[in-house]
């Protein structure tokens, strides 16, 4: 029960975490920021997952760019230099720094959405339980492949049984067996040219998993336009996700949007993959547009 409850666990690590930019371990792990020579009134924000970089973000930042946003990928602190300075980070410390990167950037635009992929689309629902019904709240979130929840017994989802010691594995590991993974020459769907770490992040996991269970009890506070994707058989994060979601966020308007992909990769980092990212972009640039139609580009 103290590892599947997580009863009385904190995060220790709070303090304020910059990311640092000049000690990424690739050029392509740096954020992404396109901004119109004219200043845009529109404005997106991406969020990359765990344990992931901006470069996911490639094709889905150029397309918005396009379509007249300023677009900014931050990098997450800890995340993109090498795996010991992500080991004792906490989600606390990624969701601090997004808030105020969030914040900045509302305060420039009139019209400010927030896209997240995975961990990065928990952050983006958090953002709307915390922002919506205020002066700052996110005039549209997209989330794809967006977790709430990693293991759930209730809803009859297990996806690695391990997860249930990790508590117990945090009192003796930061991390098990990582490293560094800078994409593959074989082409696959766009899936070979993701760069992040690898291995196991038990302490900074941990507090991931800690950190879901209070997203998905307050998902009934996001009432800000909300556009959720998932595909029916991804392989990291269950589809039971995407139902939960949408029997419990107030979002008006909200999109549910399934993929059902025949690849051989994960089927979850959307927007990198070739087969289907134009067809999800031209959707969500539509469901943006839809929520800024009285804000000039």
Not at 65 to 93: I, R
Not at 278 to 293: N, P, S, T
Request: glycine share 6%; hydrophobic share 40%.
């Amino acid at each position: 029960m103290w590892n599947v409850t997580l009863w009385g666990y904190t995060d220790r690590n709070k303090q304020p975490l910059e990311p640092e930019l000049e000690a990424v371990f690739d050029p392509r792990c740096r954020p992404i920021v396109m901004e119109q020579v004219k200043p845009s009134e529109r404005a997106v924000i991406m969020v990359h997952g765990f344990p992931s970089t901006p470069i996911t973000y490639a094709y889905a930042a150029e397309r918005a760019y396009q379509a007249g946003y300023d677009v900014y990928v931050p990098l997450l602190p800890g995340f993109g230099t090498k795996p010991e300075d992500l080991e004792h980070t906490t989600f606390s410390q990624w969701y601090a720094y997004l808030a105020e990167f969030y914040e900045t950037v509302r305060a420039r635009h009139a019209f400010t959405a927030v896209i997240g992929t995975s961990m990065g689309a928990s952050m983006t629902l958090r953002l709307g339980e915390d922002y919506s019904g205020t002066v700052q709240k996110p005039h549209a979130l997209v989330t794809v492949a967006a977790p709430v929840f990693l293991n759930s017994i209730r809803d009859r989802s297990i996806k690695d049984w391990k997860m249930y010691l990790a508590r117990t594995a945090a009192l003796f590991y930061s991390s098990i067996k990582t490293g560094i993974h800078v994409g593959k020459e074989e082409e696959n769907d766009g899936d070979e040219q993701w760069i992040g770490y690898t291995g196991q992040f038990v302490r900074s996991g941990l507090s991931f998993l800690y950190a879901l269970k209070g997203i998905r009890k307050n998902l009934a506070s996001i009432t800000c336009p909300l556009m959720a994707i998932h595909d029916l058989h991804d392989r990291t994060i269950s589809y039971k996700n995407l139902k939960i979601i949408e029997e419990h966020v107030n979002a008006k308007p909200f999109v549910s949007r399934t993929v059902e992909m025949d690849k051989d990769h994960n089927k979850h980092v959307l927007l990198m993959y070739r087969s289907v990212q134009k067809e999800l972009m031209d959707e969500i640039l539509q469901f943006m547009a839809e929520q800024a139609h009285d804000i000039p580009q």
